[in-house]
Every structure is written in structure tokens, then in C-alpha cells.
């Protein structure tokens, strides 16, 4: 298991460990934020601050992210209404359609070969 896979696990146990709806949705944007970190670095582009609103928001704009992805990610960096209801119902099944995105992009390019390269 990888860094940025062990750093999941511990946000789960949190998830698991929490009742409470604001720390699950923390959690949840956390959660997608390190896999979208991973996956920025994997692919040798510029590094993304750790603030993973910003990695949400920079994930769900870009042209080349699967529709149901690119919405998991706008639900997720959604603020609350004002009656404190969230645009995702299920912020951890949102966290958790962007991890497996970023698995199989990974995957698919050889667990970040072109990082590798990128550095030599």
C-alpha cells in the first residue's frame, strides 16, 4: 500500500469513528483531496497546495475528468445551505468514485511512470 493509499485508510477509520455530519464530509473532502494530490504528482504536473478545496475545484473544471467524477468532486466543494443540507448525500461515496478514478488512471499509466520520468 502507497502513502497516499495509507493516508485514505486513516481518513476512513476517521469517517468510521465520527457521528458527526460536518467531520464525515471533512473527512470525505480530505479523502478525495490526497487522491487528487496523487494524482497531479503521478503525472509530473505542477504540485497542488495542500488545501484540498482547491484541489477539488481544480479536479472538477479540468476537460478530461469522467461527468460523474468532475459532479462527485462540485458536490463535495459545495458549501451547505443556509438550512445546513449538503448538495452530496453521501460525501464518503463521493470521496470514494474520485479515488477509484484516480486508481485506474494510475493504473492504466504504470502507478506514476511518467512522474518518474519527469524527475529524471
Known amino acids: 500500500m502507497t502513502d497516499w493509499q495509507r493516508e485514505i485508510e486513516i481518513e476512513l477509520q476517521r469517517v468510521e469513528q465520527s457521528k458527526n ?4 464530509r471533512t ?3 480530505r479523502i478525495a483531496g490526497i ?3 496523487q494524482l ?3 503525472f509530473g504536473q505542477a504540485a497542488l497546495e495542500r ?3 482547491s484541489a477539488l475545484r481544480t479536479f472538477m473544471s479540468s476537460n ?3 461527468p460523474d467524477a468532475a459532479a462527485a468532486a462540485e458536490r463535495l466543494a459545495a458549501r451547505i445551505s443556509p438550512e445546513f443540507t449538503s448538495p452530496s448525500i453521501d460525501p464518503v461515496g463521493d470521496a470514494i468514485m474520485i479515488v477509484e478514478y484516480v486508481r485506474t488512471r494510475l493504473l492504466e ?3 506514476g511512470k511518467r512522474s ?3 524527475r529524471d
Open 109 to 111: 499509466d504504470g502507478e
Open 40 to 42: 497531479h504528482a503521478s
Open 35 to 37: 487522491a487528487i494530490q
Open 64 to 66: 478530461d475528468i469522467p
Open 21 to 24: 455530519p460536518g467531520q464525515v
Open 116 to 118: 518518474h520520468r519527469a
Open 51 to 53: 488545501d484540498f478545496m
Open 27 to 29: 473527512a470525505a473532502r
